[in-house]
């Protein structure tokens, strides 16, 4: 069955950097395009970014464009997020979830991984 | 401020009917982009009920259903179970902003 997992949360500084990965498996993850979405405490889920199956199309939002970036690695069946210059309201929880394109439903997605930035 | 406007919440008794609406705009729903939804248990992973507008993924009971119209969409749950209690965001493509874009999300209570 489809499985992802979300490692690589942790507390961190501002201004210090993360990485998180998001391991795959259970389907041909190189024909799937990927997002990344996250909740802050006691708020709704945000998007954050989204790549197609082969890097040549990405999206971000506003609130992390510059900062963060997207990248997998289809031969380990990885997605990762590499965050940059990390801020207090980055705090939250962070999902990576499956879609075959940016417009169509995220239809699975990992239990998240808690990123907590403080000083 | 979310681009896509929900209720913050609704509630029903058990075996009523609850609809749950998200207004956007032009650029998103009213562009005729797609609208999903999830429903999102705290601790838990979120899970599609509802995508491109009306149609239910395997094992979702068709309690839940969706509707579109112009820029605004709506989610219904007939039939209230106390195991509906949730939160339920929609969510749509953005064209000016490219990239997707969820609403606020509305908290479900059965009373």
């Known amino acids: 069955q489809v499985q992802l997992v979300e490692s690589g949360g942790g507390v961190v500084q501002p201004g210090r950097s993360l990485r998180l990965s998001c391991a795959a498996s259970?389907?041909?993850?190189?024909?799937?395009?990927m997002h990344w979405v996250r909740q802050a405490p006691g708020k709704g889920l945000q998007w954050l970014t989204f790549t197609s199956y082969d890097e040549s199309n990405k999206y971000y939002s506003e609130s992390v464009k510059g900062r963060f970036t997207i990248s997998r690695d289809n031969s380990r069946n990885t997605l990762y997020l590499q965050m940059n210059s990390l801020r207090v309201e980055d705090t939250g929880v962070y999902y990576c979830?499956?879609?075959?394109?940016?417009?169509?439903?995220?239809?699975?997605w990992g239990q998240g991984t808690q990123v907590t930035v403080s000083s | 401020q979310s681009v896509l406007t929900q209720p913050p919440s609704v509630s029903g008794a058990p075996g009523q009917r609850v609809t749950i609406s998200c207004s956007g705009n032009t650029s998103n729903i009213g562009a005729d982009n797609d609208v999903h939804w999830y429903q999102h248990l705290p601790g838990r992973a979120p899970k599609l009920l509802i995508f491109?507008?009306?149609n239910r993924p395997s094992g979702v009971p068709d309690r839940f259903s969706g509707s579109k119209s112009g820029s605004s969409a709506s989610l219904a749950i007939t039939g209230l179970q106390a195991d509906d209690e949730a939160d339920y965001y929609c969510q749509s493509y953005d064209t000016s902003l490219s990239g997707c874009v969820f609403g606020g999300g509305t908290k479900v209570t059965v009373l």
């Open positions: 259970g389907f041909r993850f190189n024909n799937y395009g």
């Open positions: 491109a507008d009306t």
């Open positions: 979830a499956r879609s075959s394109s940016p417009r169509a439903g995220l239809y699975y």
